[in-house]
């Protein structure tokens, strides 16, 4: 319906300004690198590894996740087997990388509920009770997390393993609950002694998404259309609860695209722009994809790593 000329216009006219699309995502994922940090306990710096190196690391991961069909868990799996690579204990970089994306769903959920309640007042409607009841509905969604991370800070790891033991009695169950039963015990003890560092990592992760609406501004502004900086907020936070809705689907591949026709024609900014801002969005996660996928192989693999360090007896 959108037709090849009209989004041909867009993309046509962009010039050398379409360089700038990918720069954002260079100050966004240096601050989700930053809050990935803040999960290590510290001394971080004990470990000897670089930002640069985390910030790579980082960028693999989402590379994984936005490649494969792993429903954005694959990404994380990765992370941890780099981090045991670059001489990380197991368990201390699952409980960093599990903090983490506590960290970023957290964020995540925080700053869509930003995104929708500056559209209710934006969009001013005349009923009081749908701007109430979105602020009510995030204080719920607040309480249910804060409920989950309780239920973890107590060991429901372990005890959930252990209930499918006792139903099951499969000796490979029994095996992993020793480790599940370790993993429980740091996860505990970071909550217990590192409050602080895992609430600034959710802030900084909240900048991060922020970041994100600066990015769709630039993409805008790049595409010669200009709007506020609220306006690209409530654009960004609602594409991520779209993009959010499709993570079962690689690279959520036509939800992001039909989310963005969907939302300008919304907003009276033409499905036209939708389409061809998805796009431009759509060529930076390829364009870093593709170098995270690249420096991953040169990098080489954990386990082949690893294998090759390894003297043959």
Not at 265 to 270: K, S
Request: glycine share 8%.
């Amino acid at each position: 319906r959108v037709g090849k000329t009209p989004l041909s216009r867009y993309l046509s006219t962009l010039g050398w300004k379409a360089l700038f699309v990918f720069l954002p995502f260079l100050l966004i994922n240096c601050i989700d690198t930053w809050a990935w940090i803040l999960t290590f306990p510290p001394p971080f710096s004990k470990h000897a590894i670089s930002f640069l190196k985390i910030f790579w690391l980082r960028l693999w991961g989402e590379a994984i996740n936005n490649f494969t069909a792993t429903a954005h868990i694959g990404g994380d799996v990765t992370r941890i087997y780099c981090l045991k690579s670059l001489g990380v204990p197991m368990t201390m970089g699952t409980v960093s990388v599990i903090m983490d994306k506590a960290a970023l769903i957290i964020s995540e959920i925080l700053f869509i509920y930003t995104g929708i309640l500056l559209a209710l007042i934006k969009i001013d409607l005349p009923w009081w009770w749908a701007k109430w009841g979105v602020a009510f509905t995030l204080i719920l969604v607040l309480i249910s997390i804060y409920g989950v991370l309780a239920l973890v800070h107590k060991g429901v790891l372990s005890k959930i393993v252990e209930m499918i033991y006792s139903r099951w009695q499969w000796e490979r169950i029994l095996q992993l609950f020793e480790k599940i039963k370790h993993l429980d015990l740091h996860l505990t003890q970071f909550y217990k002694n590192h409050p602080h560092e895992f609430i600034r990592s959710n802030i900084w992760h909240y900048v991060g998404w922020m970041a994100g609406a600066l990015e769709t501004w630039v993409i805008l502004w790049v595409m010669g259309t200009n709007v506020g900086l609220v306006e690209a907020i409530m654009i960004e936070s609602l594409m991520t609860l779209v993009k959010g809705l499709g993570f079962f689907i690689v690279g959520s591949l036509g939800i992001q695209e039909g989310g963005a026709v969907f939302l300008f024609h919304l907003l009276n900014m033409g499905q036209e722009t939708g389409l061809a801002f998805s796009l431009l969005k759509r060529s930076r996660e390829i364009f870093y994809g593709l170098v995270g996928w690249i420096i991953y192989s040169l990098q080489g693999s954990p386990v082949e790593t690893k294998a090759h360090q390894t003297p043959l007896s």
